[in-house]
């Protein structure tokens, strides 16, 4: 049976879709530990040049190391391998004899981001050569001209070699699909998708100069909120299928759908995954995910729904390379643009949650997964049911998150014992001393105040949402300040959870203000 896509993949190209399924949600969120096959190049491509920027603040130079170095703390947390090379860029533009340039019409800079491209190619092609999963960095978006068209050769389409198979999934508020300028003069980083299909700027087009092209109906736009009139029609001509936020809203499940469709392919009865590439620009989402990027909005994706895309991702098809650019670290004072990244990306090859490794590790600092006993009265059902819940989500990385019941009447005692702290295995009086302290906090409040904040933000109140949290914080600190032991503050990482879960509920909203804790957390500690 023939591939129902134009350019779909061929048999040596394709793999069996792994035993792994979106619809296995729970999996989805859980932190792979210790799995060291994946070994990813962060390819820095530190330049400016697609975009004309007005004011030192809103530069995207240097926007790749700030993410790089929150990504490279999830990499090396999950047993994976995470290094890096940059492209020289001072050098290049040395050897071209000029940094800049603004011409009467046509593409500013076009002959620097030719030359840069030229480089980012090279350096992609031997990352992917040596085994490594590119993952490529700018800088301005004008690094999708550089990096990627090296990715389409490596995908040939079988029904026609001046095409590749290579799929896009290309996640941004903007299509990037403006043509030549014509009389005018127009800016690289708006017209780089156009430039892979074969039909951008002239100036541009010898970044594709003996490559394979693009096919139309090889991208998927996600997120699209700011798209040019022209870019509109161009869309609809080539009929690119394109998801913006009001149509991914009013259909989340065809999304979900499509999405499925687009990265898998059926052939003989069977299902395979397609290569696909993820492109990711930080101003698809809303203003206050994404300030640290220098076009900002209203509109915008949530991050909960671009972390659900990325474990959607991660769930189909067969991802060989990622993308991303337009951090600007000036802006990005709370590191909020970075850290949505770096998220994103985490989510999207499969390591989950990254605050996982953070908060939940038990192996961290005992090297062994914790054995849990429950003495005391019958839990209640609804207490063994979000334990089991909870269960699940730590189950990932080693542990178990038992839940404690507030209610006076009903309080089981918890005590946790390490396969490699003998102190523990033997002391009566230490696997006490724990359990006192875990049911105490238990009774601090905790529980009620995360359904306070529930409260809170179901009612849109923001102020009740940060006297909430802001609660949550201190409770938690005296509590760390009080642990009789090194091992209880692990203990305690696990415990937070299930308490918040047992009072805020089990919501979709729920990761989302958990993470709001940590970041709280993180900033009074």
């Not at 998708?193 to 109906?217: Q, V, W, Y």
């Not at 671009?306 to 189909?316: C, E, V």
């Amino acid at each position: 049976m023939s591939s129902p896509f134009s350019g779909g993949p061929s048999d040596s190209e394709a793999h069996p879709l792994k035993a792994k399924h979106a619809d296995d949600s729970l999996s989805a969120y859980l932190p792979r530990q210790g799995h060291d096959e994946l070994k990813a190049m962060a390819i820095h491509v530190p330049t400016g040049h697609g975009a004309l920027r007005a004011g030192e603040g809103v530069t995207v130079d240097g926007g790749q190391y700030v993410v790089r170095e929150r990504l490279e703390s999830v990499f090396a947390n999950s047993g994976s391998t995470l290094e890096e090379d940059v492209v020289p860029v001072d050098e290049i533009l040395s050897e071209l004899g000029e940094e800049r340039s603004e011409p009467e019409k046509g593409v500013r800079n076009a002959p620097q981001i030719v030359a840069i491209g030229k480089e980012t190619a090279k350096r992609v092609g031997d990352a992917v050569d040596k085994g490594y999963f590119p993952i490529i960095m700018g800088g301005d978006h004008s690094t999708m001209v550089m990096g990627f068209p090296e990715m389409l050769d490596r995908y040939p389409d079988p029904d026609d070699p001046e095409y590749s198979s290579l799929k896009l999934v290309f996640i941004d508020a903007h299509p990037d699909i403006l043509q030549d300028p014509g009389e005018d003069v127009g800016n690289a980083h708006g017209r780089t998708i156009s430039t892979l299909l074969g039909k951008g700027p002239k100036d541009l087009m010898p970044t594709m100069e003996g490559r394979r092209k693009l096919r139309p109906e090889n991208i998927l736009y996600v997120g699209i909120s700011k798209p040019d009139e022209d870019e509109r029609d161009f869309i609809r001509d080539e009929k690119i299928q394109c998801w913006d936020l009001d149509k991914m809203r009013r259909d989340p499940q065809g999304f979900y759908k499509a999405v499925q469709e687009f990265l898998t392919v059926e052939r003989d009865g069977q299902q395979f995954a397609t290569p696909f590439f993820a492109e990711f620009d930080p101003d698809v989402l809303c203003k206050r995910d994404s300030k640290g990027t220098p076009m900002t909005s209203d509109e915008g994706m949530e991050r909960k729904e671009l972390y659900s895309l990325g474990r959607l991702l991660s769930a189909q098809g067969d991802l060989v390379g990622m993308g991303t650019a337009e951090v600007a670290p000036k802006l990005d004072v709370d590191g909020g643009t970075a850290e949505s990244v770096s998220g994103f990306m985490a989510r999207a090859l499969g390591k989950g949650d990254p605050e996982y490794y953070h908060e939940y590790d038990p192996h961290a600092e005992t090297g062994g997964p914790a054995e849990v006993t429950v003495v005391g009265r019958q839990r209640s059902r609804w207490l063994r049911k979000l334990s089991g819940v909870a269960a699940g989500l730590a189950a990932g990385v080693g542990g178990l998150i038992v839940g404690h019941q507030a209610s006076q009447h009903n309080k089981p005692t918890v005590a946790v014992v390490r396969p490699h702290d003998d102190e523990a295995k033997t002391s009566t009086p230490v696997l006490q001393a724990r359990a006192d302290f875990l049911g105490q906090f238990s009774r601090s409040g905790f529980r009620e105040t995360a359904a306070r904040l529930r409260m809170a933000a179901d009612l849109g109140d923001q102020n009740g949402v940060e006297d909430a949290l802001d609660d949550l914080v201190r409770t938690y600190t005296t509590a760390a300040n009080a642990t009789p032991n090194d091992g209880t503050e692990s203990d305690l990482g696990r415990l937070t959870l299930s308490e918040f879960v047992g009072g805020f509920g089990w919501d979709g909203d729920l990761d989302s203000y958990y993470q709001q804790f940590l970041s709280k957390k993180r900033e009074h500690a």
